[in-house]
């Protein structure tokens, strides 16, 4: 139905900022919730933020909450992540994924990307 790619990922000094970003392909992107997930080595996958097909509303795990931002540009089949004052803890594989539900949980999500890499040195 929909096919997920992020980029925008790589290597920045802690206190810094990276966008990423996730282009979609299909004719349905507006009609899905979207969610940004990360999985750092030996850790499962982890709920950073979701938006609404609307935009309307965003929701944020702790960790992320007043550093990061989701937002989405339906326009051109796109969502985005801009992460601020980044920490050697927020090092991970980023994926984004899209799903029918609006939902933290990673199995409520049918469709992902194959992911991208942060890595924060401090």
């Known amino acids: 139905q929909v096919q997920l790619v992020e980029s925008g990922g790589g290597l920045v000094q802690a206190g810094g900022s990276l966008r990423l970003s996730c282009a979609a392909s299909?004719?349905?992107?507006?009609?899905?919730?979207m969610g940004w997930f990360r999985q750092a080595p030996g850790k499962g996958r982890e709920f950073v933020a979701r938006?609404?097909?609307?935009?309307?509303?965003?929701t944020y795990a702790d960790s992320a909450k007043g550093r990061f931002t989701i937002s989405r540009d339906n326009a051109k089949n796109t969502v985005y992540l801009q992460m601020n004052n980044l920490e050697p803890e927020d090092t991970a594989v980023y994926y984004c994924?899209?799903?029918?539900?609006?939902?933290?949980?990673?199995?409520?999500?049918?469709?992902w990307g194959q992911g991208t890499q942060v890595t924060v040195s401090s």
């Open positions: 994924a899209a799903t029918r539900l609006y939902s933290t949980s990673p199995g409520q999500y049918g469709y």
């Open positions: 299909g004719n349905t992107f507006s009609t899905y919730a």
């Open positions: 938006i609404r097909a609307s935009a309307s509303s965003a």
